[in-house]
């Protein structure tokens, strides 16, 4: 009997959707090209990836173009004096948008796609796909060009670092082939206007900042346009508060508002940085205002010099600059009408906020937007200040971002058990608040704990479903200590096996927190098993990490060697620790670097009964090898010292062993399997 083996489903929507001539939806197309390339089929990732990357930037103009066609279609009259006619122009505008972007893409629901997709995107996630199919094609010029993509939003990345240097090497691949294919248009021509300004060409400088100021205010319009579109309401239920009409109309364009405010942080933030370039868009007209000089164009000098006072008003050196220009000239001169209705608009705007914030209860501070007057310091008075970096703080989070030392630093305190034994401290791994502990468990218990992990993980758990969240080259499987006991009363797994999980975690946290010498309980915050494979087929050449570098509780930015206590991050965690439950892989060490997320100042290598433990901030960047032949298995632990962030399936495991004690189903483990 023949079998009819069906193509997947992702497959079939997508010939579907060619037949109606609807857009394909960018993450079905990107699932195809991850699931591609666990196939190993290189040509159908370019495929997908390419056909995804087109779709996603084709869904994010057209939401631009309909926007902004409807707003100017159906603007609202200033001069209505009643609600009816306010609400026309809303609801035209709104039907305008929905005819317009279903008109260009198809149903706007079958392009509704989960953040974890769109940050994968805005990370240029596919890049790193591409880069890699590209090369097993041989075509190693567009394989340059998506590593170089990839590079400038990931520069944490080491190996893909490492990954360019190879590539320049290579026979065929040219320096013209390394370019950015996300380059915003604005960065690219203020970047190569300072190129040129630094050697002198100021009459070539001038026309690239002039056409980086076209393209920056081209973009502040798109990205307003895409602060239209929903937004969330982490710290309001709507429904259960009932709100009114224009309560609701108020938190919503609130939000909206802070993100188009905020669009000036936007522009100034380089791909893949935390924080934007100080006084970015004062500074073009600070190097506009000198080149323009130097070509003896004293009108436009002056003008792009009462500009930058607009921003910084009473910079003495400007003025001096002004007077200058003016006495040359005989004349007075005008700022730039672009630069004062957009500094007019942000004014009101910041009213608005402080009203729209305070009705949410959620005080608004300004974010320091031109903290630096960019002056300029040596003899020709070059402007400077692009190093610096500005502080923000996002609406919904207005608390104190720095990055705090937790207590008081100690370590060397009692280690508990007799055969746990300290291998490297502090000192001997070249940093602080760090140890790497051996014999924490025996073969035996390493040995059943990889059992159980065979038998319990499941593909993407802990990692929001995601096969290979880190990496393409390997697959993670992972799984927590609540859901091992209930596998273990089902009589999926031995109930032993399961009560040794959650024992080892236990014996993990009290070493932890009795070597660190910690003056308060130290909780759980996340406890998972988890397995990383090296996937056959897909380890050739491979230079990249199992886990990039990064820290537990901030946002590392390296180029700024800062670590940003703000979310995403799990800013509440305190102390981590690494388990290992086995040695027998190539790869797979673990590495601690400085905050640049390349000097490394540690490794070590996994084996059975190994533990790492360290604090969970900024002064502890680290990573993980890759993996690259066979499985690399360990209990993963976060701790917490605030009891609020406690972690709830552990509540909840204590919850079901005191459950089974009480029904005195332990009495069915050997005491001396027990800890």
Partial sequence: MDVCVLPPLG??????????????????????????????????VVRYMEKALASFSRVRQTKIRCRLKCEDQHRIDSNINTDLFFFDSVLRRAACLNACIEEQVGTQSMH????????????????????????????LDKAAAAAHTYFQANPEHVEMGQNLEQYK?????????????????????????????????????????????????????????????????????????????????????????????????????????????????????DYLQFAYFQVNKLDEALSCALTYLLFHEGAEFMIENVEHFSESLVHDGQPRQEAVQYLQRHKQELELLQIGTENLGIPYTEGNYWSSLGGREDANRIPSGTDGWMEYVPISEKKDTSVTVVQELREGGPLLYDTVQVTLNSVDLNGTQRVVFDDVISEDECSELKHLAHTTTISGDGYRGKMSPHTP?????????????????????????????????????????????????LHFSYTHLVCRTAITGQQDHRIDLSHPIHADNCLLD???????????????RDYSALLYLNGDFEGGEFIFTEMDAKTITASVKPRCG??????????????????????????????????????LERLQADEVIQALENQHLWTQINPKDEL
């Fill in 11 to 44: 497959v079939v929507l997508a010939l579907i959707l060619q037949i109606t001539g609807a857009l394909e939806p960018y993450d079905l197309l990107y699932d195809n090209g991850v699931e591609a390339f666990s196939r190993g089929d290189y040509a159908g």
């Fill in 169 to 285: 090497t290579l026979e065929g691949v040219e320096e013209k082939h390394f370019i950015d294919r996300e380059a915003r248009p604005h960065q690219r021509a203020f970047s190569a206007g300072v190129k040129l300004y630094d050697k002198g060409d100021y009459e070539g400088s001038v026309s690239l900042f002039e056409e980086a100021l076209t393209e920056y205010y081209k973009a502040d319009v798109e990205c307003r346009a895409l602060c239209e579109g929903p937004q969330q309401f982490q710290e309001q239920n709507h429904v259960l508060y009932r709100y009114s009409l224009y309560e609701l109309i108020s938190d919503h364009y609130t939000q909206v508002l802070h993100c188009k405010h905020e669009c000036v942080r936007d522009l100034a933030t380089r791909p893949g940085r935390l924080s934007p370039m100080e006084n970015y868009l004062p500074l073009h007209y």
């Fill in 558 to 572: 390296p180029e700024a060697n800062e670590c940003w206590k703000e979310p995403p991050a799990y800013t509440y």
């Fill in 610 to 647: 190994r533990m790492v433990g360290f604090s969970s901030g900024g002064e502890n960047p680290h990573g993980v090898r890759a993996v690259t032949r066979g499985q690399r298995c360990a209990v993963a632990l976060w701790f917490t010292l605030d009891p609020l962030y406690r972690e």
């Fill in 473 to 521: 080259n390997e697959k993670f499987e992972g799984t927590t200590v609540l859901k091992t006991l209930q596998y273990g009363y089902e009589g999926r797994v031995p109930l032993r096996s399961a009560r040794l999980f959650y024992d080892i975690s236990e014996k993990a946290r009290q070493i932890v927190e009795s070597y660190f010498m910690l003056n308060s309980t």
């Fill in 112 to 139: 509704t796609v989960s953040e974890d997709v769109i940050q994968d995107f805005h990370r240029r996630i596919p890049y790193n796909y591409l880069q890699l199919a590209y090369r097993k094609l041989n075509q």
